[in-house]
């Protein structure tokens, strides 16, 4: 989000903050998260892809609340207002080409015949997956795996970048330009992992009945869309209909949140940007002094930019009454691994923890492994998959190993030490600042895309190089 974004958010926060006598707050969200999905999405370098990728992320929130009806659900007139309202939304955006000047867009939308084609495709499989497909088993696991290959075709750069070309050449456009960077699907990270929550939550039948409203703004709400974090649907529905006053306590609440989060990211975060280590500065650094306080930079300065936005994510909800989860928790004061990864990221940890961690650990327990493989294979596998999921790399798997190899060690240290009495203060200490070392070195393989310059920067900071 840009400062003006964020601005106009904040103003509507607190003109809504007036209104909800006057207006369904659920609906007013509802209609902001729709449209603030349009205007948030960066332009995109195949033509009238700024238009169709947002147009996408609901169409996907649309299929996948169809899948999950319950067995005795009937979509209910409000449902259908909110497909009106989905599809209306749609036709009115595509109808501003015809100004001249983009509204919400960032280039010119498509045609609105091909708009109106394509809605009601998607209205037809919305009602076919609605009366034949819903709940089934098959049906959930293979939408699972459909959002799964999306999220992974976008971060891989070969599929990504063969991707493009294809669009690229549908939309009359040289596909020899293609590039991986061609599309930037705002928020698609953490739009795939709110739809497969609710979709795995389905299939183990705890996933409540919602309307389409309200799973729609779930999985598109705007200050949540760009850097997250991870709501569940069943923490975050029930805010939209309680009772909720602007009250000068809440307003004092979102104000620090949203001046903390905007002085870190636009005041501390891009200040360090200047003398971070990135790639040219790592080729240009030759001494192991300056190459560790580029490296220091760094690694305040990805804390400040995702905490930061973390806090105006927070602040914004707080506007309009919904109470975001907290995603830092101080991680660079942390003594140990385990514990960095409890307060950096909270809920990134909680959803892989709660999908991939623990259905893994209890079937390898089943299978008779020993406890210390268990912990092995989770550990690792765990952080490679939370690697990846920032980008299809092997600068960000071997980062993933990093962590994943480091976390199991520090288990094996802390059941050896079970029952030991608790360290001193200088131990304490100590602890702390070599979980903030091991964790900075590991940001030399995800802020390098190449491993060799990675291994040659670790050589630099080592003396050796």
Do not use: C
Not at 456 to 463: A, D, H
Request: proline residues 5%.
């Amino acid at each position: 989000m840009t400062l003006q974004q964020i601005f106009v958010f904040a103003a509507l926060g607190l003109l809504a903050g007036r209104a909800y006598g006057r207006i369904s707050r659920p609906w007013l969200l509802f209609a902001a998260s729709v449209l603030a999905v349009f205007w948030l999405q960066p332009a995109a370098l195949v033509r009238g892809f700024d238009f169709w990728l947002p147009a996408a992320s609901l169409g996907l929130a649309a299929l996948v609340w169809a899948l999950t009806l319950p067995a005795d659900a009937r979509p209910s007139r409000e449902d259908k207002l909110a497909a009106a309202a989905l599809a209306a939304g749609a036709l009115l955006l595509a109808a501003t080409r015809y100004l001249g000047t983009p509204i919400l867009t960032a280039s010119r939308p498509p045609q609105v015949e091909l708009v109106a084609a394509l809605a009601a495709v998607l209205a037809l499989l919305a009602w076919l997956a609605a009366r034949s497909l819903r709940g089934r088993a098959a049906a959930l696991g293979a939408a699972t795996l459909a959002v799964l290959a999306i999220l992974v075709a976008l971060k891989a750069e070969p599929l990504a970048r063969g991707l493009n070309a294809a669009l690229r050449s549908l939309s009359g456009q040289d596909p020899a330009l293609a590039t991986a960077l061609d599309l930037n699907w705002l928020g698609f990270s953490y739009i795939a992992f709110r739809l497969v929550h609710a979709l795995r939550d389905r299939a183990a039948g705890r996933l409540a009945h919602y309307s389409l409203r309200d799973f729609v703004t779930y999985i598109v709400f705007f200050p949540a869309l760009t850097a997250g974090p991870i709501e569940r649907v069943e923490r975050f529905v029930p805010q939209l209909h309680a009772s909720f006053l602007l009250a000068a306590a809440e307003l004092q609440a979102a104000g620090q949140r949203l001046v903390t989060g905007l002085f870190m990211k636009f005041v501390l975060a891009d200040a360090l940007a200047y003398f971070a280590l990135n790639p040219v500065l790592a080729a240009q650094t030759t001494s192991t002094l300056w190459m560790w306080l580029l490296l220091i930079a760094y690694a305040w300065r990805i804390f400040f930019d995702f905490a930061g936005y973390t806090h105006i994510a927070i602040g914004l909800g707080l506007l309009f009454g919904v109470h975001l989860p907290e995603n830092f928790a101080r991680p660079y004061s942390q003594p140990n691994l385990t514990a960095f990864w409890n307060s950096w990221h909270i809920t990134l940890a909680q959803w892989f923890r709660a999908y991939f961690f623990n259905p893994l650990t209890r079937f390898l327990r089943t299978h008779n492994w020993p406890v210390w493989a268990v912990v092995l294979v989770g550990q690792v596998s765990t952080m490679a998959l939370i690697s990846l999921w920032h980008g299809i790399t092997w600068s960000f798997f071997i980062w993933g190993l990093w962590h994943g190899v480091g976390l199991f060690v520090h288990s094996q240290f802390a059941a050896a030490r079970k029952g030991r009495p608790s360290p001193a203060a200088w131990q304490h200490a100590l602890s702390v600042l070599g979980t903030f070392i091991y964790v900075a070195l590991g940001w030399v393989w995800f802020v390098l895309p190449q491993p060799a310059q990675a291994l040659q920067v670790l050589r630099v900071l080592l003396g050796l190089g």
